[in-house]
T-cell receptor, first 113, second 118 residues
Framework: SQTIHQWPATLVQPVGSPLSLECTVE??????LYWYRQAAGRGLQLLFY??????ISSEVPQNLSASRPQDRQFILSSKKLLLSDSGFYLC????????????FGSGTRLTVV | AQSVTQLGSHVSVSEGALVLLRCNYS??????LFWYVQYPNQGLQLLLK??????LVKGINGFEAEFKKSETSFHLTKPSAHMSDAAEYFC????????????????FGKGTLLTVNP
């Protein structure tokens, strides 16, 4: 069966520090991968998605970047965090078929102080 | 372009009462439709989905939803609310990949927070 792992679960980082959040998927190949952010009361904001290794689409210009170094690995990064980067970050994968929904990871609560 | 509207950002019901969460979509072709639930500090979990066939779809935890093409709606219902149903619910839509430029993304509504009163 397919599983998605996302870590860490919580993170407190000072302003100006770097960020690296990792997401990995098991039990499938060539998944579509997604990073979302939830800020309080603002619903789901799509940040990046990837349909293959090295292929990254950015939805919102911001202080973040994403990379997909391996087929089932998706990394969200920042060189210098801002206070506004605080939020709940969710990784998700989707199979190659439009009838599939997303399967989400358990999320990372990031607090920038 | 697709869009999803969830009517009511916050719905409050009594335990044992009917739960009705509304979702309307806009799509140029019949879409795939999804409902997700999110408990505090957790990821989203798929409740149910409509792809083809029967328009009344049953999901987990006693929820069901009916696809009504004429009304472009996909409302979520549960006959009797339980305290454990308190969560945020998201409706989402996907195209069928035949609209000329495949859209790999789901479009989500803004969510409806369901509270259940004892």
């Amino acid at each position: 069966s397919q599983t998605i792992h996302q870590w860490p679960a919580t993170l407190v980082q000072p302003v100006g520090s770097p960020l690296s959040l990792e997401c990995t998927v098991e039990g499938t190949s060539n998944p579509n991968l997604y990073w979302y952010r939830q800020a309080a009361g603002r619903g789901l904001q799509l940040l990046f998605y990837s349909v293959g290794i090295g292929q990254i689409s950015s939805e919102v210009p911001q202080n973040l970047s994403a990379s997909r170094p391996q087929d089932r690995q998706f990394i969200l990064s920042s060189k210098k965090l801002l206070l506004s980067d605080s939020g709940f970050y969710l990784c998700a994968w989707r199979g190659q078929g439009f009838s599939y929904g997303y399967t989400f990871g358990s999320g990372t609560r990031l607090t920038v102080v | 372009a697709q869009s999803v509207t969830q009517l009511g950002s916050h719905v409050s019901v009594s335990e044992g009462a009917l739960v009705l969460l509304r979702c309307n979509y806009s799509s140029s072709v019949p879409p795939y439709l999804f409902w997700y639930v999110q408990y505090p500090n957790q990821g989203l979990q798929l409740l149910l989905k409509y792809t083809t066939g029967a328009t009344l779809v049953k999901g987990i935890n006693g929820f069901e939803a009916e696809f009504k093409k004429s009304e472009t709606s996909f409302h979520l219902t549960k006959p009797s609310a339980h305290m454990s149903d308190a969560a945020e619910y998201f409706c989402a839509v996907s195209d069928r990949g035949n609209s000329g430029g495949s859209n790999y993304k789901l479009t989500f509504g803004k969510g409806t927070l369901l509270t259940v009163n004892p």
